[in-house]
């Protein structure tokens, strides 16, 4: 997220509505508006090997991979809603073909960068980890392959670490493994 669009909250119907129609995306937290920034060429190759590969693996079974067009409604409590772009998704439950979000993840993806980091390490984990679908959240970086994982553990999360090309992204809630140096194939 990069820019609050309006000083002003809109309505959850009124952002939806809008996405439709605009050319660029933007995320939605508690009524505010932001505008989406693009990345570079590595995160895009790490955000597009994974849904490759994800994609891949999962063909003809139930769970499915999304990129980064697919919005996560994420409900934050009090009557109030966050829609966030993850950079990928795993999802295995039925979705219908003309959805516009889900709001149940089994994996969640982001891609660092230094103008999101900070949103995806603290404001995205804490509303992510809400999820009760939602077995592993991600983070990747984007110049070598290293991973921080939030894996549900009993009543919470725990965080690990995956680092080196030999290391093994294992998610078995989508039942599938992804080796750090095809997530990070072609990365610079």
């Not at 404001?123 to 984007?142: N, S």
Request: glycine fraction near 10%; proline fraction near 6%.
């Amino acid at each position: 997220m990069a820019l609050a669009i309006a000083d002003h909250r809109i309505s959850r119907e009124d952002y939806l509505q809008g996405e439709l129609a605009s050319e660029i995306r933007h995320e939605y937290v508690a009524g505010n508006v932001y505008a989406m920034s693009g990345g570079t060429l590595n995160h895009q190759r790490v955000a597009g090997n994974f849904m490759r590969l994800a994609g891949n693996q999962l063909a003809g079974k139930p769970c499915f991979p999304t990129g980064s067009d697919f919005k996560l409604h994420v409900p934050l409590g009090a009557g109030e809603d966050a829609f966030y772009y993850p950079d990928g998704m795993i999802i295995c439950v039925p979705v219908p073909g003309d959805a516009l979000f889900t709001d149940s993840p089994s994996v969640i993806l982001e891609v660092l960068s230094p103008n999101t980091r900070r949103i995806d390490e603290i404001q995205k984990y804490r509303d992510y980890i809400t999820i009760p679908t939602l077995g592993t959240y991600i983070l990747a970086e984007t110049e070598s392959p290293f991973l921080t994982l939030y894996r549900r553990d009993g009543a919470g999360f725990r965080r690990e670490t995956l680092a080196g090309p030999d290391a093994i992204l294992d998610l078995p809630e989508a039942g599938i493994a992804i080796s750090l140096a095809e997530l990070y194939q072609d990365v610079s």
